[in-house]
């Protein structure tokens, strides 16, 4: 056997065995097992007197009333799929995922139903992220969706999560009945509880890792690419603000109010990527028995002189100016009568707002209060000719 036949031999046997590792090596990781949640007061932490473990239709199962917290004890969840069983008395039952140990931070699953449900209603669920133990649920109307609920059997619910975004199944398991590209809770990971009001849940079974392949990047957000919305704004600090106080009085005196002065101390702040400038996510929840006031402003430069229409959403009351000229006041409380379409939520369908602009620089100052849930406001212009925002870097 001369030398160049034996390289040959050699070829041929080593060249396989690097072509095997290297198939194995592209092989997809195997997914962490599959974890079934037993339904026992061993692995929940529960109040005794809101929770019940029982058998509910023939499938033993976990009881929650009046809204109870129901948590997961040690575990940590991450990527993978979530998937339970709902059956629906009233309220709004619902899964929180990735909390922080103190439950007050993550995100926040739920569906809704009192007495009535259709696939073709857009507030049969719900996602929102958990900021400081508020769920800013009037923050995100972009995050509802319709689903067949049924009534009064098991409803099937599957979650899957990956890095920034979620798939929610409800009964379909064919089709998401809500996609979000980007969750808003700011954890990577934590802790799993469930909540709402009269329900059951049952059958809770995590699957670590498995993802469906849904990319963990964030996806698409439509405002993203749009240049009319206002996203960079400079806040002044939240103060209290009694109730039954206007942020103007029908005399006008701004100056006893507390508006903004040469002392006052400003703050950058940027809108978020649905647009919203998110003062929950600033400064914390807002108890509901007080009331809080912050003033926010920013610059718009225009070529020429003319008039825009501003598009301006805003929880839970709103007085505009522009060039320190009163504009606009209004109020979005939701549940009562004068409530903003849609249903009390901050969206820039609340108001419509014409802005007359100088040429030059305009300064627009907003004095927002809140007390209920999410606190901020989303702000765009009909057409941005002609029109210079500012950049903060």
């Known amino acids: 056997m001369n030398c160049t036949f034996k390289k040959i031999i050699i070829f041929l046997i080593i060249v396989p065995s690097v072509a095997i590792t290297a198939v194995a090596q592209k092989q997809p990781k195997k997914a962490s097992q599959e974890i079934s949640i037993p339904m026992d007061a061993a692995h929940w932490k529960h109040d005794t007197t809101g929770v019940e473990f029982t058998m509910e239709k023939n499938v033993k199962a976990i009881r929650i009333k009046n809204a109870s917290p129901l948590v997961l004890k040690d575990i940590q969840f991450a990527n993978g799929t979530i998937e339970y069983d709902v059956a629906l008395g009233q309220g709004f039952p619902g899964i929180n995922f990735h909390l ?181 996510r600033l400064f914390g929840a807002t108890d509901f028995k007080n009331r809080r006031l912050a003033w926010l402003k920013t610059t718009i430069e225009s070529d020429k002189v003319q008039e825009r229409m501003l598009n301006l959403g805003f929880s839970d009351e709103v007085c505009l100016f522009i060039n320190g000229q009163f504009l606009y006041s209004d109020k979005n409380h939701f549940g009562t009568p004068g409530q903003k379409f849609p249903r009390g939520r901050c969206t820039i369908e609340n108001a419509a707002i014409k802005l007359p602009l100088q040429k030059g620089k305009n300064e627009i100052l907003i004095g927002l209060t809140n007390y209920f849930y999410g606190w901020g406001i989303i702000a765009r212009l009909d057409d941005t000719d002609g029109i210079h925002l500012p950049v903060i870097k």
């Open 100 to 280: 922080s140990d103190d439950g007050k931070n993550g995100e926040h699953f739920y569906l809704r139903y009192f007495g009535s449900t259709s696939p073709e209603s857009r507030t049969t669920l719900q996602y929102s992220a958990l900021i400081d133990g508020m769920s800013i649920w009037d923050l995100t109307d972009e995050y509802q969706a319709g689903a067949k609920l049924n009534i009064p059997t098991w409803n099937h619910v599957k979650l899957v999560l990956s890095g920034k975004q979620m798939k929610a199944y409800v009964n379909d398991m064919s089709r998401p009945a809500l996609v979000v590209p980007k969750l808003e809770g700011g954890r990577e990971n934590g802790g799993i509880s469930f909540s709402g009001g009269e329900v059951a849940i049952a059958n809770v079974v995590l699957k670590p890792d498995v993802v469906e392949n849904l990319d963990p990047a964030p996806g698409y957000i439509s405002s993203y690419n749009d240049t009319r919305y206002l996203r960079n704004w400079q806040v002044s600090k939240g103060i209290g603000f009694e109730f039954g106080k206007e942020i103007i009085p029908p005399i006008m005196r701004v100056a006893t109010l507390g508006f903004p002065d040469s002392t006052t101390e400003w703050t950058n702040i940027t809108a978020e990527d649905r647009g919203i400038v998110n003062l929950t």
